[in-house]
T-cell receptor, first 113, second 109 residues
């Protein structure tokens, strides 16, 4: 299995630009999670989906952030407009059963100048 | 805050020594999991312990869970330089996994 695939691995953009991060979960997994990791705040859960439906988006920092899961094999996290404080590593993770172990992608490192 | 407490924040030991990391939490859990993260990489699952279990082993890893004290510990025995990484505990509550702040482990050859 290819594992969870995230793209891009690195993104450098200017403040005000739109950023779209992409994730392909492991085939057969029905839960998908987006996390953000920074030195200051550690790993924060932003949103998670179960069977393509958003279940809890209470971790999404503000309206500039949105996430979608149009089908079982694809999810996006969008930031519009981006700000320097959004600079972080964004991880996507999936699992078959929301109670079990999570499989993480390698992350997308975002730098907003 | 989403995060629990882990200590120590950083730990440096020599190869062959044991490393112990602790994790405390505040809410009830379904299970508690430990993950490892190498620099610049994603997190990798190490071990899961359910709320009705007290101890679990996997190779050189030993995890304990004390639900009365709301704490867990991860012991790595006979450490190797390759064990150098950050280690995170994650508490499973309802449907989601909440991560602690992590312990940075450095193992010197």
């Amino acid at each position: 299995d290819a594992g969870v695939i995230q793209s891009p691995r690195h993104e450098v953009t200017e403040m005000g630009q739109e950023v779209t991060l992409r994730c392909k979960p492991i085939s057969g997994h029905n839960s998908l999670f987006w996390y953000r990791q920074t030195m200051m705040r550690g790993l924060e859960l932003l949103i998670y989906f179960n069977n393509n439906v958003p279940i809890d988006d209470s971790g999404m920092p503000e309206d500039r952030f949105s996430a979608k899961m149009p089908n079982a094999s694809f999810s996006t996290l969008k930031i519009q407009p981006s700000e320097p404080r959004d600079s972080a590593v964004y991880f996507c993770a999936s699992n078959r059963d929301s109670t079990g172990e999570l499989f993480f992608g390698e992350g997308s490192r975002l730098t907003v100048l | 805050s989403q995060q629990g407490e882990e200590d120590p924040q950083a730990l440096s030991i020599q190869e062959g020594e044991n490393a112990t990391m602790n994790c405390s939490y505040k809410t009830s859990i379904n299970n508690l999991q430990w993950y490892r993260q190498n620099s610049g990489r994603g997190l990798v699952h190490l071990i899961l312990i359910r709320s009705n279990e007290r101890e679990k082993h996997s190779g050189r890893l030993r995890v304990t869970l004390d639900t009365s004290k709301k704490s867990s510990s991860l012991l790595i025995t006979a450490s190797r330089a390759a064990d150098t990484a950050s280690y995170f505990c994650a508490r499973h509550n309802t449907d989601k996994l909440i991560f602690g702040t992590g312990t940075r482990l450095q193992v010197f050859p």
